[in-house]
């Protein structure tokens, strides 16, 4: 998903406690995402509660987000809206890698190979309306804000920054820079090990952070370029340009200034480039949202997870818990300044 710049970028590690009392706008689709692709049985098979129901993300939300309050981190969710005419194709694209990895999920599954299975698996999740729906009402019952936005939740997230609502935002994707934020986290909470997908090789994998103005420096380019060399490789709004991978993009764009002069030179066409840049220097956002932290609702949260949707009543319980002592811990903070 998104733009493949990541090689391109000045990445530093970061531990949980460098963003204690720090705001951070999470993607939320994309976190979501992460939930329903990583938390799964042996056989690929989402974890789902008596009614059938996927319950993955929810699992997910609760027990990293309770972690997450607990380290001082003040999570922000910024939820997708309406996305961009101009994404139709990929979103179709992806849709049609859902169905054929769903396939040849249930495949790998009827034979026994169950690492297939768990693969094929995970690209075949998708984040519907229901699922939005229930984690909005996790979040709201946990006390944890999140803002809805009017289209592309990165740019949201990016804008929040910008206005100084928020201290950095945190997504896998590196869109985010292009729509302007300053710093971005990845791996947020994330340490340990990934697999390699399609190669028995894993990779450490631990809290990154990356500042723009860092990596604008050190290659000695401007936003705008940036967001050029992002559309020579191809975003989620055009394909790029064929065997241009982002340090190629780089070399193009410096030689040239833009993509425009990239374009002419390589006799090359590339549809709506004005309106690919105009979604990432001007994207639609909104400043109708309220930022508020409260406290979890024990009784809500055992009804709905453990009622609804069959949750360990001891494990929620203790989530509850920690919730609601980091929660104390962070009100005696905010009590010292008055």
Known sequence: MGTDIGDLLQKRKVELSDLTNQVVAIDAFNTLHQFLSIIRQRDGSPLVDSAGRVTSHLSGLLYRTASLVEAGVKPLFVFDGKPPDLKSETLDRRKEVRESSREKWENAKAVGDLESAYKYAQASSKVNQEIVEDSKYLLDIMGVPFVQAPSEGEAQAAHMVLKKDANCVASQDYDSFLFGAPIVVRNLAVTGKRKLPGKNVYVDVEPEKIELDETLEALEITREQLIDIAICVGTDYNKGLEKVGPKTALKLIKKHGDIYAVLREKKAEIDAVDQIRDIFLHPEVTDDYKIRWGKPDSEKLLEFLCESHDFSIDRV???????????????????QWF
């Open 317 to 335: 319980g203790k989530a509850a818990e920690r919730l609601k002592a980091a929660s104390g811990a962070r009100q005696k903070t905010l009590d």
